[in-house]
Nanobody, 126 residues
């Protein structure tokens, strides 16, 4: 029922910043736990960051201190501010949502998400 659409990807140089956005079209966004995952070519989809309806966040170790996830419930959007980008960040970034909130222990697990966007490409050159 919930549809997610990512935007904001692009080609940047190492050290640059980029902000990704995810727009939701459903009616229950404010109560969803939301996350960003990413997938490099030939690799599995990996967890990046998550945020629940109350604003609690979780980050992968590889992005701590560089990325910030946020949400604006009134506009049904979730964003990912990415600073100090590295070539290793190159991937298709996906927005994901749970049909509710399955708890903090679920946030980093791909299989715990019910809704997925089509992805937006981020490429970081050295």
């Amino acid at each position: 029922q919930e549809h997610l659409v990512e935007s904001g990807g692009g080609l940047v140089q190492a050290g640059d910043s980029l902000r990704l956005s995810c727009a939701a079209s459903g009616r229950t966004f404010s109560r969803y736990a939301m996350a960003w995952f990413r997938q490099a070519p030939g690799k599995e989809r990996d967890f990046v960051a998550a945020i629940n309806w109350s604003g609690n966040t979780l980050y992968a170790d590889s992005v701590k201190g560089r990325f910030t996830i946020s949400r604006e419930n009134a506009k049904k959007t979730v964003s990912l501010q990415m600073n100090s980008l590295k070539p290793e960040d190159t991937a298709v970034f996906y927005c994901a949502g749970q049909n509710g909130d399955y708890g903090y222990m679920s946030y980093s697990r791909q299989e715990q998400y019910d809704y997925w966007g089509q992805g937006t490409q981020v490429a970081v050159s050295s």
